[in-house]
């Protein structure tokens, strides 16, 4: 099956830093991904889709020049919170599809503290 | 905009069934349900596509009625590992993107 792996799990950064988190398909290749925050006990929240190739669309309210994406490969996309403060802190998700088949694999996530 | 899920918690003895609905205000092309344990990702159950399609394994299934727009997963003889927020997410018609909006999710919580 589709699995999506997502690197940091866990960091903690000092406000005002930048933080990088990856999302990689590792047995299919993913034109598209999807990136979502949850603030605790919320729903998710898309953030942008992610193109390979191209820019990423992002969604209403959400700033593209503090949440950089970066669709550089088939099998990675990044996210990179620039600049951040306490209020970024937050679960950070990445999903993909595999071509061909229905529902999507969620990466295992990305807990975000700014102190 | 956000689905509406129904209800928003749960609580169960072991064996009972539940059913969780999620409702949309415009037109639907598909409805996908995850399961997401605390500190978890979302883990996918099922993705519903047709008008009243029904769809599941074991003893976990779901509807997506196309004319009223709602999707129901029905739970049924629940077990302890059940537990868990569930959410709908919806892909709709004119989006054509894939990308899915989710509903407010509904925790559901099963005792002994």
């Known amino acids: 099956g589709a699995v999506v792996s997502q690197h940091p799990s866990r960091v903690i950064c000092k406000s005002g830093t930048s933080v990088k988190i990856e999302c990689r398909s590792l047995d299919f290749q993913a034109t598209t991904m999807f990136w979502y925050r949850q603030f605790p006990k919320q729903s998710l929240m898309l953030m942008a889709t992610s193109n390979e190739g191209s820019k990423a669309t992002y969604e209403q309210g959400v700033e593209k020049d503090k949440f950089l994406i970066n669709h550089a490969s088939l099998t990675l996309s990044t996210l990179t919170v620039t600049s951040a403060h306490p209020e970024d802190s937050s679960f950070y998700i990445c999903s993909a599809s595999l071509v061909g088949s229905f529902g999507y694999t969620f990466g295992s996530g990305t807990r975000l503290t700014v102190v | 905009q956000q689905p509406v899920q129904s209800p928003q918690a749960v609580i169960l003895r072991e064996g009972e069934d539940a059913v969780i609905n999620c409702s949309s205000s415009k037109a639907l092309y598909s409805v996908h349900w995850y399961r997401q344990k605390h500190g978890e990702a979302p883990v996918f159950l099922m993705i519903l596509l047709k008008g009243g399609e029904q769809k599941g394994h074991e003893k976990i299934s779901a509807s997506f009625n196309e004319k009223k727009q709602q999707s129901s997963l029905y739970l049924t003889a629940s077990q302890l590992s059940y537990s868990g927020t569930y959410f709908c997410?919806?892909?709709?018609?004119?989006?054509?993107?894939?990308?899915?909006?989710f509903g407010q999710g509904t925790t559901l919580q099963v005792k002994p």
């Open positions: 997410g919806t892909e709709y018609r004119e989006s054509n993107t894939g990308k899915l909006i």
